[in-house]
Every structure is written in structure tokens, then in C-alpha cells.
């Protein structure tokens, strides 16, 4: 991109240079004819002082066309250059911040997900046996039916108490990892175990 504002730049300068060339080489060539007309005093070249304006003019263009090609064009690509590349790495630093926070969020939502699946499985998983438990009981002591569905309804809080407190250790060492992750530095346990447990009582409630 930087390219071809050098070579415009250059150009202009070249076609400064060539232009006043090309004018006093007219004019030079010109000069003969502007004698025997008896023109303009101002192209009378056979006068020394119009030769040495003319001579004058083109060191002119060419001093400024080597200030501009070695010295002016240079130092601004230099600049243009300079903020390109710095623009470019802060949206590389951008993009690597958003594509870090968007992984860390991934993360927590598939941790979440894994620790709420594991606990309903357990539950289910007691529930179920506590339910067989029970109707085998039952089908062999009617008399003690209030008895079994007791102790099965106690087995059920017990499976269920577990699990949730499996639950809390998982959604505890899940949310540590993942403020580590973010922060860089471990938050402190006793926050996160409040944090769980306002959690967890929000969602029994």
C-alpha cells in the first residue's frame, strides 16, 4: 500500500524536474527567433543575465528533486510504515484477547454442563434403585410397606444430599480453574465456596 504513494510522490517530482527542463529548453530554443522579432526582453538569451536565470532555474529543479527522492519521500514511507505495522499488531492483540475470553467461556459452559449431567445421573441412578428396592420389599412385606418406604425415601435424601454435594465440589473446582484462567492468579477458596453455596441454595429455592 505504501508502494505506490512513493512512486506517485516520485513521479510527481520527476515530472516537476522534466517540465522545467522541457521550459527552458523552449525558451532556449526560442531565443533566435524572439531576436529578429524583437520580442520580450525576458527571452533575449544572447543577454548573460537571462542565460544565468535559465541555468538557475534547472539546479533549482534539481536540488528539489533530490531533496524530495533521497530525503523527503523516504523519511514519510518510513512513518506510514511505521503506524501500519503498529496498527497491525494491536489487532493482532485484539484478536488473540477476544479469541482467549471466547475459549474460557466455552470452557465454563461445557464444565457446567458436564458437572449438572453427572449429578442428575446419580440421582437418577439412586432414585431408581431405591424405587426397585422398595417395590421388591413390598411385594413380599405389606405389612411393613410404610416401614420400607421410609427407609427408601432416607435413601433417596442421602443419594440425593451426595450428589449435590458431589455437585459443590465440581462447581467449586470448576469456577477456581476458570478465575485462574482469566486472572492469572487463584482466587481465594473461602469466596468460592460462598459463591457456590449462594448458587446452589438460589437454585433449590
Same mark, same amino acid.
Given at each position: 500500500?505504501?508502494?505506490?504513494?512513493?512512486?506517485?510522490?516520485?513521479?510527481?517530482?520527476?515530472?516537476?524536474?522534466?517540465?522545467?527542463?522541457?521550459?527552458?529548453?523552449?525558451?532556449?530554443?526560442?531565443?533566435?527567433?524572439?531576436?529578429?522579432?524583437?520580442?520580450?526582453?525576458?527571452?533575449?538569451?544572447?543577454?548573460?543575465?537571462?542565460?544565468?536565470?535559465?541555468?538557475?532555474?534547472?539546479?533549482?529543479?534539481?536540488?528539489?528533486?533530490?531533496?524530495?527522492?533521497?530525503?523527503?519521500?523516504?523519511?514519510?514511507?518510513?512513518?506510514?510504515?511505521?503506524?501500519?505495522?503498529?496498527?497491525?499488531?494491536?489487532? /493482532?492483540?485484539?484478536? &488473540? @484477547?477476544? %479469541? *482467549? #475470553?471466547?475459549? =474460557?467461556?466455552?470452557?465454563?459452559?461445557?464444565? +457446567?454442563?458436564? $458437572?449438572?449431567?453427572?449429578?442428575?445421573?446419580?440421582?437418577?441412578?439412586?432414585?431408581?434403585?431405591?424405587?426397585?428396592?422398595?417395590?421388591?420389599?413390598?411385594?413380599?412385606?405389606?405389612?411393613?410397606?410404610?416401614?420400607?418406604?421410609?427407609?427408601?425415601? /432416607?435413601?433417596?435424601? &442421602? @443419594?440425593? %444430599? *451426595? #450428589?449435590?454435594? =458431589?455437585?459443590?465440589?465440581?462447581?467449586?473446582? +470448576?469456577?477456581? $480453574?476458570?478465575?485462574?484462567?482469566?486472572?492469572?492468579?487463584?482466587?481465594?477458596?473461602?469466596?468460592?465456596?460462598?459463591?457456590?453455596?449462594?448458587?446452589?441454595?438460589?437454585?433449590?429455592?
Amino acid at each position: 500500500m505504501l508502494r505506490p504513494v512513493k512512486i506517485a510522490l516520485g513521479s510527481v517530482a520527476s515530472a516537476a524536474f522534466l517540465a522545467g527542463i522541457g521550459a527552458a529548453s523552449a525558451a532556449l530554443a526560442a531565443a533566435p527567433a524572439g531576436e529578429k522579432k524583437g520580442g520580450m526582453p525576458q527571452l533575449d538569451f544572447a543577454n548573460p543575465l537571462t542565460t544565468s536565470q535559465v541555468v538557475w532555474l534547472a539546479i533549482i529543479f534539481v536540488v528539489l528533486y533530490l531533496l524530495l527522492s533521497r530525503w523527503a519521500l523516504p523519511q514519510v514511507g518510513a512513518v506510514l510504515e511505521m503506524r501500519a505495522s503498529r496498527i497491525q499488531a494491536d489487532l /493482532q492483540a485484539a484478536h &488473540a @484477547a477476544k %479469541a *482467549s #475470553a471466547d475459549a =474460557a467461556v466455552s470452557e465454563l459452559t461445557a464444565a +457446567t454442563r458436564d $458437572a449438572q449431567a453427572a449429578a442428575q445421573a446419580e440421582i437418577n441412578t439412586a432414585v431408581t434403585a431405591a424405587n426397585a428396592a422398595a417395590a421388591a420389599q413390598a411385594a413380599t412385606l405389606n405389612a411393613r410397606l410404610e416401614k420400607q418406604l421410609a427407609e427408601a425415601e /432416607q435413601r433417596i435424601a &442421602a @443419594a440425593r %444430599a *451426595s #450428589a449435590m454435594g =458431589a455437585l459443590r465440589n465440581v462447581a467449586t473446582d +470448576t469456577a477456581s $480453574a476458570v478465575v485462574t484462567r482469566l486472572v492469572g492468579t487463584a482466587p481465594a477458596a473461602g469466596a468460592v465456596e460462598q459463591a457456590v453455596d449462594a448458587a446452589l441454595a438460589a437454585r433449590r429455592g
